[in-house]
């Protein structure tokens, strides 16, 4: 594009007017010029973002040119259409989008946009592909695949999750990765099936008080379903989880609560 030759040789305002120009305009056509613009940083900052903005404005609804930048050999260009191709939920894009999980794995930049963007999409063939990333090292990676796993709804999602945890925290033992357990706790309450209620309850007495509190408030959510489980704990649990399990089921406030505390006192 005309507009855009020397561009980088340009005056800082001429830059920006020519950028106000052609985003004013809606000008689609300048977008092969505006990556190749892009690739390479520019010396002034502030240009250098509005290129940016630039870009996302123009490829809102232009599918060809996002699937077309995702191969561009500029490193800075492709996780640009990494983020538009999820923010413009393109599913043609899963190919290239799945082909950067493996091949972008030494750039933790392109991974991270990968596994975001796709877990903004729904096709059923993504939840598998990002599963596995709930064990990755980068917390930020880790804690999209979890957004995914809950978010979906399907057993196999809540499965990954409790075998996350499961092997991060086994029973009994320590463990230093709170932040991804308590996280992987906290998306558990999406589901409010007997196995998921049945594992929070088993975890009521986490050695770790944060993760503890995060299990307490996940099994309140959940309401009166959690009662049968609770009840369990009532006659089963240590003293220390007896305890535990008659606060929760005070918190979650249902008549029928009460009538378990009830009958458990008439017992004795």
Request: hydrophobic share 40%; glycine share 6%.
């Amino acid at each position: 594009m005309d507009l855009l030759q020397n561009f980088s040789d340009k005056d800082m305002i001429e830059q920006i007017t020519i950028l106000d120009e052609i985003q004013s305009n809606s000008q689609q056509d300048a977008i092969p010029a505006l990556f190749d613009i892009y690739a390479v940083p520019l010396s002034d900052v502030a240009v250098d973002e509005m290129v940016y903005h630039a870009l996302i404005s123009l490829l809102k609804g232009q599918d060809a040119a996002i699937l077309s930048g995702l191969g561009h050999s500029s490193p800075r260009v492709r996780t640009l259409c990494i983020k538009a191709a999820g923010e413009n939920n393109i599913k043609a894009a899963l190919p290239q989008l799945a082909e950067l999980l493996q091949t972008g794995s030494q750039e933790s930049e392109l991974l991270t946009e990968a596994v975001r963007a796709l877990s903004k999409m729904d096709d059923p063939a993504i939840l598998d592909m990002l599963l596995p990333y709930i064990n990755h090292a980068d917390a930020t990676v880790a804690g999209l695949a979890m957004d995914k796993a809950a978010s979906s709804g399907e057993e196999r999602g809540r499965d990954a999750l409790c075998n996350y945890i499961s092997t991060a925290c086994p029973e009994g033992a320590t463990t230093e990765d709170s932040l991804g357990v308590g996280l992987a706790f906290s998306k558990l309450g999406s589901f409010t099936d007997d196995k998921t209620i049945n594992f929070l309850v088993s975890h009521i007495h986490n050695h770790n008080p944060t993760i503890r509190k995060i299990v307490h408030e996940q099994v309140i959510q959940t309401g009166e379903v959690a009662l049968e489980s609770l009840a369990n704990v009532l006659s089963t649990g240590d003293k220390d989880e007896k305890i535990m399990a008659a606060n929760i089921i005070g918190l979650i406030g249902h008549k029928s609560g009460a009538n378990i505390i009830t009958d458990l006192l008439d017992a004795q």
